[in-house]
């Protein structure tokens, strides 16, 4: 029996399973995909909100303003990236303006620090490409964006090296209680502990409800995405929102900590709690929004779309802490926007709880992080020499698009809650995130993967489950058989 | 740290363009050369192309991507011409400065007295065309599965859907079908297809493969792997989808060949300027760059349909370079303005895009793409607004790039302003 | 339809990149009349195609111990109803490295008159070129 369960690999799960390995505790953490972060939070827009949007007295707007000011440090400690690039709330319209200045007052009874109210020519300063029709803007010094897989697989691992068993491709099918502990029932067997935490995002009522009286529903908002190359990371320097008018919400626009740029999300209820498709409808909705803010999107140039469920609760607010009719079992429920920003103070809290509740002290030691070394894109000159040296792997550049060498895919796939996948290793080594997508190098990955895991090629998968990349070899396959004639064989020409 | 080494031609990429220029510069007496090529054996592309239809200008023969590529990897090794395989460029400035990386050699530096850009090409991936659907498995570029099944002897699929009739989807829609899986469909946006005649009929036609023309695919199916892809047909003023024409095939795989885009980065780093058309480098008629002492050869510069004008332009290359580090001030010019050269009427991507003077050419080998299909044409080359020359066509069509040699007679190459070339349909 | 009706065939001709639209006029089996070609090579190919249409066939074999399949082709064109037949044929080839480009892997195959050959040299030439240097 585990002391505590953390249900959900995602950037909360992983980050209270980090806190609670502070503590005198053993702790599992059950992820239902093949890797962390594979829901939410990986398909988000990365932005660390200030803190003006959320209502105040709300634990949306209490944990994201303490997240924010956490958020920095968190990510130096990890040494994952942050950038503090600022947020801009534009107003597209002189009727708008009194807008920004309602936002600011609700910033200021948030608590948030470092806002003030910007004239269009200011505005327009900063920031050259803003279309036409704006006129002001609500700047927040604090915004800022991150990488919020690398952070997650980040913390998921220090919690690794801090005695945390991580345990993935473990779904919880059935929760319980019984006799003062938790069951969670897995197809690899029952998992049982003192106490539960319940990180499972989209899937948080489900666990909730089947264990406590206040029920609470989530409903799946998907939102999609579009991303642009780097070559128009330099397009904005700070996160662009749009002012929400009647219309509707607006799209965002923000440079990515690579230097991409991300546009969206639209936000569309939907019944299906796994449906991560992206639409025409949804493309063309960011779009045609996100050009009142960028007139001139290169459409020419993506890289790709993506699409994001996130986990919205009936309730409009977080769902943080000990269920009250359930003695042990923390609910950390509800986590849409501003999540991300939330997840220091969240994890830092909720463990803090739990432990109480455990009556667990603090261990001695903490291992420090997983520190991968600098990567040979950033490196300097001598720092490339030392390496390839040191190491002729660095030497075979595999992922050319982003200068990636075979000594960090095999790192990749070595390290602690190391990856498994196409996907893996791409969140880690940012193999195939470039500009081919992964055209040249998947194949030399797969060979790389199948080689360090022992698994033949054929069974290796793009992100776990059934998302096999081939079919078989070539031995394995049929003889080629004619074809009747069809009835449309078409003409070369028109 | 080791000194930086001193080549007069540094030549990156080893594949055809590379070889060929290589191999010219070598003939024409350059003995100071190297070869640098990513892969770790050279050939290029070539070496995943088993199909034949290489080498019937050059060789007189018909080739398949391997032997061709084997004629030109000889003709370095009986020369002694130095390469280095498995070798990364990571950067070239535009002093000429190559920084390249390989695990025999580690991190090195090359002062080079001229570079030939040779690196080819890559393909336009799915994310790029953002087709609504999951970024499940089962979604690859043809190229890639080519390399897999061609040269590691792995499958990507069964059933198998191709977006796009240029010449990569049609010859794996073959080869596909010839190693045992099902093409259901060519899918092609534009009422006609992008590649070569002879691959339609030998890669569609003969295995009774369905060449669905203005027709896209709109939707993805699958959540980790594909189960299936819904196609419309498109409008083709338009190229949109046309409500009601919806169609739902079940495959197991997407093999998208949707677009070839030359592979510019280094050019980038090294200050090049690239065309917005070609998305190659902007270079004159001797395939000089706009930086210094660097040129740029093969699907870098444009996408080329057959290996033998790759090889053959890149031959001009290497000649062109080693003239350059001969006397370097020949080729930028005597200062005079350079003659441009536009892309006219019914005219794309023409190469090059200006001459320099003195021309020093007794023709101008001028290359472009129609911008749609064209039956019994004439392609007309203006300069300075006076037609100096007509030749006719029986058809012109995108997938096939268009030649037009304009001798140098034909005009004053001292004082032309602007050549011109456009397509007509005759009378 | 009966012999002595002509029979036009239409088809594109894939000699160079002009794919001129042929049409073949064929009676009693033998051709009358190409129309539509603007060489001989068109012409030549218009009686071929029509009467004895004939493929190269380029293929792969799996060789044991080498996860570089072997690529291979016919030498010549084979009748183009036997192309199947003939990815079988070579299909059950079994290799033995090394193999270089030429090697005759299967001779004469289904009785074509036509050799099966290596495209590829398996296993392949060393990664780097010595000879003169800077």
């Known amino acids: 029996m585990f002391d505590v369960t953390v249900i959900g690999g995602g950037v909360i799960g992983a980050a209270i399973a980090r806190e609670l390995a502070r503590y005198r505790l053993s702790v599992v953490l059950l992820e239902r995909k093949s890797d962390v972060a594979e829901g939410t939070t990986k398909a988000n ?9 959320a209502k105040p007295g709300s634990q949306k707007a209490r944990t994201n303003v303490l997240g924010n000011a956490m958020f920095e440090d968190w990510c130096a400690e990890l040494d994952v990236p942050f950038r503090r690039n600022t947020s801009l709330v534009v107003a597209f319209s002189d009727a708008d303006l009194p807008g ?11 608590g948030v620090p470092g806002l003030s109210l910007i004239d269009e020519a200011e505005l327009r300063r900063r920031e050259p490409n803003i279309g036409p029709k704006a006129r002001g803007a609500l700047l927040a010094e604090t915004g800022g964006i991150c990488c919020p897989y690398e952070l997650t697989i980040s913390l998921a691992t220090h919690a690794l090296l801090n005695g945390v068993e991580i345990r993935l491709n473990t779904p919880v099918t059935g929760v319980s209680r019984e006799n ?24 948080a009522d489900t666990i909730n409800n089947q264990l406590s009286e206040g029920t609470f529903t989530i409903t799946a908002r998907r939102g999609e995405y579009v991303m642009l190359d780097k070559r128009f990371g330099p397009a904005f320097k700070a996160t662009i929102f749009q002012m929400p008018t009647p219309m509707g919400k607006g799209v965002l626009i923000t440079p990515t900590v690579e230097d991409t740029v991300i546009l969206g999300p639209t936000a569309e209820d939907i019944e299906d709690k796994d449906d991560v498709r992206t639409t025409a409808a949804g493309l063309e909705q960011v779009l045609r929004v996100a050009a ?44 849409e926007s501003p999540g991300l920003t939330a997840a220091p103070a969240i994890a830092a809290e909720l463990a803090g709880q739990v432990a109480d509740r455990l009556n667990a002290g603090k261990k001695d030691t903490f291992n420090p992080p997983y520190l991968a070394r600098k990567p040979f894109r950033l490196m300097s000159h001598a720092e490339r020499e030392a390496a390839v040296a040191a190491d002729p792997a660095y030497g075979r550049i595999i992922c050319r698009c982003e200068s990636v060498p075979e000594a960090e895919i095999l790192e990749a796939i070595r390290r602690p809650l190391g990856a498994t996948t196409l996907d893996g290793v791409k969140r880690r080594a940012r193999a195939g995130m470039g500009r081919c997508q992964g055209g040249f190098c998947a194949p030399r990955v797969l060979e790389l993967l199948s080689c360090e895991l022992g698994v033949p090629q054929t069974e290796l998968t793009k992100f776990g489950g059934a998302s096999r990349i081939l079919s ?4 394995e396959m049929a003889e080629p058989q004619p074809r009747a004639a069809q009835e449309r064989t078409g003409e070369t020409h028109a | 740290m080791p000194e930086t080494r001193k080549i007069d031609l540094v030549i990156i990429g080893g594949g055809p363009a590379g070889l060929a220029a290589a191999v010219a510069a070598w003939d024409g007496g350059c003995r100071s050369l190297l070869i640098l090529e990513r892969d770790v054996r050279l050939g290029g592309i070539l070496q995943q192309c088993i199909h034949n239809g290489f080498g019937l200008h050059v060789f007189h023969e018909e080739l398949t991507g391997p032997e061709y590529a084997d004629r030109y990897i000889r003709q370095v090794q009986e020369r002694g011409i130095p390469f280095q395989c498995d070798t990364m460029v990571l950067d070239v400035s535009p002093q000429r400065l190559v920084t390249a990386v390989s695990p025999a050699h580690g991190l090195v530096q090359i002062q080079a007295g001229a570079v030939i850009l040779a690196m080819g090409c890559r393909e336009r991936p799915r994310g790029a065309l953002a087709i609504p659907g999951t970024n499940c498995a089962g979604i690859m570029t043809t190229g890639t599965a080519q390399r897999l099944v061609n040269l590691e002897s792995l499958v990507p699929g069964k059933r198998i859907v191709i977006l796009g009739s240029g010449d990569i989807g049609l010859i794996m829609a073959r080869r596909m079908t010839c ?29 009774n493969i369905p060449l669905l023309l203005s027709h896209t695919v709109i939707a993805i199916e699958g959540r980790e792997r594909l189960t299936g892809v819904t196609i419309a047909e498109v409008d083709p003023a338009t190229r949109k989808p046309i409500p009601g024409t919806e169609e739902k095939i079940a495959c197991d795989t997407l093999l998208l060949s949707v677009g070839l885009i030359p592979e510019n980065e280094l050019s980038r780093s090294a200050g090049v300027s690239l065309s917005e058309v070609t998305q190659g480098p902007l270079v004159d008629q001797n395939l000089l760059t706009d930086v210094p002492g660097v040129f740029a050869c093969g699907n870098v510069l444009h996408v080329h349909d057959l290996v033998d004008e790759v090889s053959e332009e890149s031959a001009r290359a290497g000649l062109a370079a080693l003239a350059w580090i001969r006397e370097p001030a020949s080729q930028t010019g005597s200062g005079l303005e350079p003659i441009r050269v536009r892309d006219g009427k019914g005219v794309r991507g023409i190469v090059p895009q200006q001459i320099t003077r003195p021309v020093q050419l007794p023709k101008l080998h001028l290359t472009f793409r129609p911008d749609a299909v064209y039956k019994q044409a004439t392609i007309r080359v203006e300069v300075d607004g006076e037609t100096v020359l007509r030749q006719k066509r029986l058809i012109m069509t995108p997938g096939e790039m268009a030649v037009v040699d304009l001798p140098t007679g034909r005009f004053d190459p001292a004082s032309a302003r602007e050549i011109a070339v456009h397509v007509e349909v005759n009378a | 339809m009966s012999e002595s009706t002509p029979d036009v065939r239409e088809l594109i001709c894939i000699n160079c990149p002009m794919g001129c639209r042929l049409q073949v006029t064929v009676e009693q089996g033998q051709v009358r009349t190409v129309k539509g070609n603007v060489c001989a090579r068109g012409d030549r190919y218009a009686r071929d195609e029509v009467l ?29 109803d036997r192309i199947f037949d003939c990815l079988k044929a070579i299909r059950a080839c079994q290799v033995r490295l090394p193999v270089r480009i030429g090697d005759v892997i299967l001779p004469d195959v289904l009785g074509t008159g036509v050799d099966v050959v290596a495209t590829r040299n398996l296993p392949d030439a060393p990664c780097q070129g010595s000879g003169q240097t800077a």
């Open chain 1, 45 to 53: 827009s990365a932005i660390i909100h200030a803190g003006y949007d």
């Open chain 1, 100 to 110: 920004l200045a309602d936002l600011m007052a609700r910033g200021h009874e948030n």
């Open chain 1, 180 to 203: 003062g502990t938790f069951i969670c029932q897995t197809p690899q067997g029952p998992v049982v502990s003192r106490a539960l935490v319940n990180a499972a995002g989209v899937y």
């Open chain 1, 292 to 335: 009142l803010s960028w007139p001139q999107i290169p459409t020419r140039h993506f890289i790709t779309a993506f699409a994001g469920l996130r986990a919205h609760c009936d309730r409009n607010d977080f769902i943080l802490g000990e269920a009250a009719d359930v003695p042990g079992f923390f609910n950390a429920a509800g986590i």
């Open chain 1, 472 to 475: 078989g070899t070539l031995g």
């Open chain 2, 179 to 207: 190693i045992g899986a099902e093409v259901l469909a060519c899918v092609e946006l534009m009422p006609f297809s992008s590649g070569l005649t002879r691959n339609v009929v030998q890669c569609l036609h003969d295995y």
């Open chain 3, 52 to 80: 004895n249409p004939k493929r190269m066939v380029t293929s792969l074999i799996v060789v044991p111990g080498s996860s570089e399949p072997l690529s291979v082709k016919t030498r010549t064109a084979i009748p183009k």
